[in-house]
């Protein structure tokens, strides 16, 4: 009977039913009885089509998928798996039906289309650089669409492909020229020797008919010149050095250069000079002095040039501060204001770098600037609160004493590269008071501070920054901004009879003395050994006209009335500061006229007299009777207007024709006392 098969178990428990089946067994192959392996079996012809399985049952009867069958037990393997499924299943296996065969290609006999004519393209040149052009095959890639990731070969390239490229023909070394023979020396000199005889012997080439030909001919050699009789030999010194003989001077002309024309007039003659014989010594003859050219005479034939301000240096040279023109420095040190100014360096270097070659113009933007941009602190100095300053500290407040003006000078003056020192002393400046006949002498003490700077040829220059810059009224405790170029201008020797400098090294005098006594200094100038009060001076008025203070007529300040006082008439005098100071070029304009106004005799007629005058000089001689009585003022005007008329250039005859008739303004320049 055959038996009835076992219920189907699931996978799961058929896995582990052999896996138990395994455990205490070694391994078999299911062999056949004769231990013959089996053949392994002959794969299936390979189909163009795939099978694609149906739906359902699709499992084989050998097992699932691609699990191995089974081991044999006692030789035997086991039989196949059977599926229930819904129905019994069949004994013969069930195959999927394939797909229809496509229909067969047919082959064409005719001959393909011909294609559109191809678009000329122009032919890439071959360029001599790393530059190249990628190939028809180069641009394939390895994976590409139409071959699905395969290389295709160089052997399925189509006609089509390689229809556009153009090889370049094989290189073939035996189709190459020969070289040419290598030269040897003898041939390489014969070359030079030809192109050398080429360059020398130029010969004239006619081209056209129209153009002249021009004979080039070569440099002739220079003629050795034969050694004048007169010359002597050369010598040999002990040491075998030959020495040449000293060199002759040429011979003067013979015609002055005036008789040759040269700016020549009608008038002149020629002048001969006489003949110098050259003596035949080595010893040169003497310069012939009457035929040398007056250079007056020649200056004076050559056209003047009418300037109408010409420069301050030419007229009055290097050492006459006073007439040289400085607008140049003084509006330059206008344009850099305190408050924009970063750093004492900066400032340095932009007031001194328009003029490079000139200490003097350097040093005046210098004290201009401190004109400009520090002001006098009249609060502290009033209240004795005044406390040691800096130059960077003078810099960032605007405000300073003398010591601070000084400092902020020399600070600036070192930065540019000017030699410059700070100078104290005393000065004869506010709070001071002139002594009188019999007073004590005090001892000697400081209250002053100014400078000292190396400017042109070398020259040390006293100068007063802060007086430069204004002026103090103690008695209103205000401080008044003036520009006062005089106390940079003035010289050494003026300076020192108001300031007296503690180092006695510093004077800096050019009067030949090294230096003043304290004496001599604090009394002042004293007339016949006595000590005279200064004459007082209005602030401003003398130097803006150029008029020296020093040189005012009568200096000291008391006049003497008594007619046993000494000469019957008094002087008053005026001069300028420089004979070169023009006061249109370095004033304000024309001059004013000047009056003496008097007291009359015995005080009781007023009256004014007009001061003569030469351009430089102005002066008027007045009877001491009639200057006054005792304790009255002479005083010394400028006539600034007549009428509605300025003053300025008028002469002293207007002034007397208007006297009394027009109405006059004045100005106050300087004051006598009578005594």
Known sequence: MTEEPSQAQSIHARIAALNLGHVGRAPRTAYSSNNEAPRPPQPAPRRQTTEIPTTGNSLH?????????????????????????????????????????????????????????????????????????????????????????????PGSRTPSTDAGRKLAPLFDPASLPPLPPKRTPEQVEKRYQDIERSRMGLKSIKLTSSVTTVEVTPVPAVVSRPRPSHTPARTESTNGIKKLPPAQPPPMPARSALSFGMNKSPE????????????SSSVPPPVPLSSRPDLSKIQATKPKVHSAAPPAAQLAGPACLTCRDFSAPDAHAAKFPRESVPSIDWLATQLVSPFPSSPTDQARAIFTWLHHNIAYDIIAFC???????????????????????????????????????????????????????????????????????????????????????????????TYTKRFA???????????????????????????????????????????????????????????????????????????????????????????????????????????????????????????????????????????????????????????????????????????????????????????????
């Open 61 to 153: 009867a050998n097992g699932i998928g691609n699990e191995p069958n089974g081991v044999e037990a006692n030789g035997v393997l086991p039989p196949p798996a059977t599926t229930h499924t819904a129905q019994k299943a069949s004994s013969t296996p069930i195959r999927p039906t394939p797909p229809p065969r496509l229909p067969p290609r047919k082959l064409s006999t005719g001959p393909s289309p011909a294609l559109p004519p191809r678009n000329p393209s122009e032919q890439i040149s071959r360029r001599g650089s790393n530059e190249s052009i990628s190939s028809t095959i180069s641009s394939i890639s390895a994976v590409s669409a139409g071959t699905n990731g395969v290389t295709r070969p």
């Open 268 to 279: 002149l003659k020629e002048i001969n000079s006489p003949q110098v014989e050259i003596p």
């Open 383 to 477: 209240n004795s609160a005044v406390q040691p300053s800096t130059p960077a500290s003078t810099l960032s407040t605007g405000l300073a004493v003398c010591e601070g003006y000084a400092g902020l000078f020399t600070a600036i003056a070192s930065k540019a590269g000017l030699e410059s020192i700070v100078v104290s002393g005393h000065g004869k400046g506010a709070g001071f008071t002139a002594l009188k006949p019999g007073d004590p002498i005090p001892a000697e003490h400081s209250t002053h501070a100014w400078n000292a700077v190396k400017i042109d040829n070398g020259e040390w220059k006293l100068i007063d920054t802060c007086w430069g810059a204004g002026y103090v009224e103690l008695s209103k405790q």
């Open 485 to 675: 170029p005089r106390f940079f201008t003035m010289g050494n020797d003026e300076f020192g009879l108001r300031h007296f400098p503690t180092n006695k090294a510093l004077f800096y005098r050019t009067d030949g003395r090294a230096q003043i006594p304290w004496e001599e200094y604090i009394l002042g100038p004293q007339r016949g050994g006595v000590v005279a009060e200064p004459v007082t001076m209005y602030s401003g008025v003398a130097e803006k006209e150029g008029i020296a203070e020093a040189k005012i007529q009568p200096p000291q300040l008391k006049i003497p009335i008594a007619p046993s006082a000494g000469e019957p008439t008094v002087r008053f005098q005026l001069e300028r500061v420089c004979e070169h100071w023009d006061p249109v070029r370095n004033g304000p304009g024309k001059p004013y006229p000047y009056i003496v106004m008097i007291g009359g005799i015995d005080g009781r007629e007023k009256d004014s007299v007009v001061m003569g005058t030469n351009g430089v000089v102005w002066w008027a001689d007045v009877e001491r009777r009639r200057l006054g009585c005792r304790g009255q003022k002479v005083t010394l005007y400028t006539v600034e207007s007549v009428g509605e008329k300025s003053a300025r250039g008028m002469s002293g005859e207007e002034v007397r024709k208007a006297k009394g008739r027009q109405g006059m303004k004045f100005g106050g320049v300087a004051a006598w006392e009578l005594a």
